[in-house]
């Protein structure tokens, strides 16, 4: 029966494809999208976060995301569909979507709450100097790493260390640039000393750099499978490409969790024997994959859904130094103008993909209330009567792409769109590890069509893509304003002062479209019922299966 839903949703998903450019017709101008003006930005009481300030709003969540049963229960299963499963250091990888196998077995300084805002971990506060030049955490005094290494601001100051080691920590010392140096003030206190504004920095360290790892075991050969870190599990078994095993930590600071006695992450990238395996039970949730299947089609199975508001976006990216015409910011609105994100979401993504011409995500408190789906509207003959303004009649470049099938039916999509206006975009799908060697590496691809899972801190994804130096921008566009931009948003140690400086950030990248901007995916997560407190963050597919429970 599940491999006739299967072709089902196969042979839908390839008869949306071939009738995009009929559907992009039909629909023609462009929509009014009401989208939400609020982005609720709640100013902090000041510059100090204190574990006392940690009252969690429970707001419209279900109960059973917020309450969990006492005691532990037996061995949860969880499916991830994106592989980040093969190097467990977090200070060295580059790969994105490794954060959910890290979770469990490394904690932060800070973390990410259900509201997107910073909150205490291993760090119980912090505070900012009133000159801005440092920055103080205090610390718990009740932690151990997993091989009994205990948690003190020497600890923390060697992990800040090694994450801000160009010659260690590929993945993670271009989010500390900002710190010059860190000292240990006493054994719970660890100051960061700042050559330049840290708005960004409470937020970041709840990411990959504030991730601790034993100090004992850094120099470990085989830490990049077997993480020694202080979360709530250790990891006891590695089986590359298939899985991560770990038992609970019986030291774990924090007696609420961990909730089972055992954890197995799998890699299960094929999202229709994801979701079959969750309905048989022979694991207990994983990400919905939206391109493939609708919310019936796994609550039909009896399955739960639980989603958040995502930072993730679909988006195409480009080397503006390879294929000088893409270096006009009147021929990138041109191309945005050319696609119809309102079709693409609706063939390719069930609906489930909100159309965007902005870089931040609905919810997320960057987003600029006035900036909606229609700012660069549908319109292909205008589209071609700006490119024939700039005297673009000949416009050919190549976008590679994963080699999976979704991702390589949106890209032919994307190029479908264009070639309506006149413009040729070959599809090269490419081996996954050759993507980013190709283009953030070697540069030698003109484009890059792919989806960026987003960020903790918005400072982290403008600096990702979008700055001269950005690693997405391999030609070294600059977005006027942009840099001056970027470092007064750092200025602001709290969302209410930054969020203003965000907004109009987002109507310069609006305006110049440095990538082009097509939509937002949902993120959701099927699970059995009795998968308990299952906890999004906001990016893609990530989820803190250290969090989860099992009913019993």
Not at 60 to 73: I, N, V, Y
Not at 393 to 418: G, H, K, R, W, Y
Request: proline letters at 7%.
């Amino acid at each position: 029966m599940e491999s006739m839903r299967c072709n089902r949703a196969t042979k839908r998903l390839l008869a949306l494809l071939a009738a995009l450019v009929v559907i992009a017709a039909a629909c023609g101008g462009s929509d009014d999208d009401d989208e939400a003006a609020d982005t609720a930005t709640e100013a902090d009481a000041g510059t100090e976060t204190t574990a006392a300030e940690d009252d969690a709003e429970t707001g419209d969540e279900d109960e059973s995301t917020t309450t969990a049963p006492e005691g532990r229960s037996g061995t949860l299963r969880w499916a991830l569909g994106s592989n980040g499963a093969n190097f467990f250091d977090p200070h060295a990888t580059t790969n994105p979507f490794g954060r959910s196998w890290m979770y469990p077995f490394y904690d932060r300084l800070t973390q990410i709450d259900d509201n997107g805002e910073v909150q205490p971990m291993l760090a119980t506060g912090w505070e900012f100097s009133e000159d801005g030049s440092s920055l103080t955490f205090t610390l718990r005094d009740d932690v151990v790493f997993h091989d009994g290494t205990p948690f003190d601001a020497e600890a923390a100051k060697a992990n800040l260390d090694r994450a801000r080691d160009p010659e260690v920590a590929a993945g993670t010392f271009v989010d500390l640039l900002a710190v010059e140096s860190v000292d240990v003030v006493d054994p719970t206190t660890v100051q960061l000393n700042l050559s330049a504004p840290g708005g960004a920095l409470p937020a970041i360290l709840s990411d990959q750099a504030g991730m601790m790892i034993s100090p004992a075991a850094m120099d470990n050969e085989d830490l990049a499978t077997m993480p020694v870190g202080a979360g709530p599990f250790v990891a006891t078994e590695f089986r590359v490409d298939e899985a991560m095993i770990g038992e609970a930590f019986d030291d774990y600071w924090d007696p609420e969790f961990p909730k089972v006695d055992n954890l197995e992450l799998r890699f299960v990238l094929d999202p229709t024997t994801r979701l079959n395996a969750t309905a048989s039970g022979e694991v207990d949730g994983g990400v919905l994959d939206v391109v493939t299947f609708t919310r019936s089609d796994a609550e039909d199975q009896g399955l739960e859904l639980t989603e958040r508001f995502s930072t993730a976006l679909y988006q195409l990216f480009f080397n503006t130094e390879r294929v000088p015409a893409l270096a006009n910011p009147e021929v990138r609105r041109a191309m945005a103008m050319a696609i119809d994100q309102e079709a693409f979401g609706t063939a390719l993504f069930n609906g489930e993909c909100a159309p965007t011409d902005q870089v931040f995500g609905e919810g997320w408190y960057p987003r600029n209330p006035d900036i909606g789906a229609d700012y660069h509207p549908f319109d292909p003959e205008g589209a071609r009567a700006i490119l024939e303004a700039e005297g673009v009649t000949d416009l050919q470049f190549t976008a590679i792409t994963a080699n999976i099938p979704s991702f390589v039916a949106m890209a032919e999509a994307i190029q479908a769109f264009l070639a309506d206006v006149g413009i040729t975009m070959e599809v090269a799908p490419t081996p996954i590890p050759e993507l980013i060697a190709g283009f953030v590496v070697n540069k030698t691809a003109d484009a890059y069509w792919s989806l960026n899972p987003g960020a903790a801190d918005p400072a982290k994804f403008v600096a990702t893509i979008w700055l001269p130096s950005s690693p997405f921008n391999p030609g070294g566009y600059e977005v006027p304003g942009l840099v001056e931009l970027h470092s007064r948003a750092q200025e602001g140690t709290t969302e209410a002062e930054r969020a203003p400086v965000y907004q109009e950030m987002a109507q310069v990248l609006a305006d110049e479209q440095l990538t082009i901007a097509v939509c937002t995916p949902a993120s959701i997560m099927a699970h059995r019922p009795e998968a308990g407190g299952v906890t999004l963050l906001s990016t893609l597919s990530d989820v803190d299966a250290s969090r989860i429970f099992i009913e019993e």
